[in-house]
T-cell receptor, first 113, second 111 residues
Framework: KAGVTQTPRYLIKTRGQQVTLSCSPI?????VSWYQQTPGQGLQFLFE???????NKGNFPGRFSGRQFSNSRSEMNVSTLELGDSALYLC????????????FGAGSRLTVL | EDQVTQSPEALRLQEGESSSLNCSYT??????LFWYRQDPGKGPEFLFT???AGEEKEKERLKATLTKKESFLHITAPKPEDSATYLC????????????FGAGTQVVVTP
């Protein structure tokens, strides 16, 4: 059974650019959540999607956005990148809405120069 | 303000030396308390969910317990493969789907 797939795994951007990260959930899972992980702040919730609807959003500026498609795949976008956006971005999928049992992907490591 | 605090930050154990990790939480309306394990270069891996005080769950050498203010993860007779960062997280009734994570406890088990 394939796990949660995140692409790209690594990327380097410069300040002011934008980035789009992709997440393919486990087949049959309809919930996708995104988290940011940094050494200083740990794991912080970004947003949760279920059946293409954003159900919950964390305390991040409007530069962070996301969406979910009808096949449950999800993308998150960060515009006008700042140095502080350097982090590991983790996607997790679940069978139902809510945290329940989440399966995380390996993450996308973003470095902003 | 909701808070999840883990202690200790790091723990070094000899193989076979049992110990406990602590996760204290101050949240309004706990829906579930989760434990995850994270290995370097990987995403967190689900271990347990606890929903009510007094609940206990076990998996191999790990046992998680929950009280009204804290949760413990007991590691019995650990092996080197138990080395990882252990994360606890709380989900509240008014933020369903949002996990608030603690900073984690880094566990190293030496042979």
């Amino acid at each position: 059974k394939a796990g949660v797939t995140q692409t790209p795994r690594y990327l380097i951007k410069t300040r002011g650019q934008q980035v789009t990260l992709s997440c393919s959930p486990i087949s049959g899972h309809r919930s996708v959540s995104w988290y940011q992980q940094t050494p200083g702040q740990g794991l912080q919730f970004l947003f949760e999607y279920f059946s293409e609807t954003q159900r919950n959003k964390g305390n991040f500026p409007g530069r962070f956005s996301g969406r979910q498609f009808s096949n449950s795949r999800s993308e998150m976008n960060v515009s006008t990148l700042e140095l502080g956006d350097s982090a590991l971005y983790l996607c997790a999928s679940g069978q139902a809405a809510g945290a329940n049992v989440l399966t995380f992907g390996a993450g996308s490591r973003l470095t902003v120069l | 303000e909701d808070q999840v605090t883990q202690s200790p930050e790091a723990l070094r154990l000899q193989e076979g030396e049992s110990s406990s990790l602590n996760c204290s939480y101050t949240v309004s309306g706990l829906r579930g308390l989760f434990w995850y394990r994270q290995d370097p270069g990987k995403g967190p891996e689900f271990l347990f969910t606890l929903y009510s005080a007094g609940e206990e769950k076990e998996k191999e050498r790990l046992k998680a317990t929950l009280t009204k203010k804290e949760s413990f993860l007991h590691i019995t007779a650990p092996k080197p493969e138990d080395s990882a960062t252990y994360l606890c997280a709380a989900e509240t009734t008014d933020s369903w789907g949002k996990l608030q994570f603690g900073a984690g406890t880094q566990v190293v088990v030496t042979p």
